[in-house]
């Protein structure tokens, strides 16, 4: 990792991201930007993001998904809907804790009995103002996408503490992996 001021860039990031198995729908909560999950899941995916220019930007690569402009912490849909809940790599973008605990609670409540929620998200430790997390994605089709995510520093955005987070929530953990740069979770709603 480089120190510049106080700004960390990560180093390119290799990720291959896989196909979503699901027949229902999926809620992908922070979907603007890259719309890594719009691009894999098409007409299953539901994309809701805060703002407009994110969602905008993610329809550049015209994936025929929906589209809400609304808070993860105050979700517009119904409880038990989906299958499953997204949330690759926009954790980063709530930085404040109380922020992150409302939107995975919302996650909890739309999902149904057994809904899988799928987290990938960026280690951004406490010792920064400012972090570059560099990927390059590989989406199932083989196509590939490398994108700079900038979010603020100082999070102490861990592994460890989102899957304890999940389980105060009541989550069941099924899948973690640290990849030191960032990290997947697979968890179920119990
Ligand atoms: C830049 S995107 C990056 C990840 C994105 N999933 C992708 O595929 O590229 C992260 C998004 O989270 C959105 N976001 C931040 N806080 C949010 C909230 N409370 N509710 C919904 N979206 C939020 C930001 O507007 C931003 O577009």
């Not at 890594?36 to 703002?51: E, F, M, N, P, Q």
Request: charged share 20%.
């Amino acid at each position: 990792m480089e120190e510049q001021s106080s700004t960390y860039t990560t180093p390119i990031q290799k990720i291959t991201l896989e196909q979503i198995q699901t027949e229902g729908l999926i809620l992908d909560i922070g979907g603007g930007g890259e719309g890594l999950v719009s691009r894999i899941g098409g007409t299953k995916v539901c994309a809701v993001d805060i703002r407009i220019s994110e969602i905008r930007e993610a329809q550049i690569h015209r994936p025929p998904s929906n589209w809400f402009v609304g808070d993860g912490q105050a979700l517009c849909f119904q409880k038990n809907v989906f299958d499953v809940v997204t949330l690759w790599f926009s954790l980063g973008y709530m930085s404040d804790w109380s922020i992150k605990q409302k939107v995975l609670k919302g996650a909890h409540r739309v999902l149904g009995e057994n809904g899988r929620l799928s987290i990938l998200g960026s280690r951004i430790p406490e010792s920064c103002e400012r972090l570059i997390f560099w990927g390059h994605f590989t989406f199932p089709d083989g196509t590939i996408s490398q994108i700079g995510y900038g979010v603020s520093g100082g999070q102490e955005q861990t592994l460890e503490r989102i899957t304890e987070l999940l389980s105060d929530i009541g989550f069941k953990i099924r899948f973690q992996k640290d990849n030191n740069e960032w990290f997947e979770i697979q968890a179920v709603k119990i």
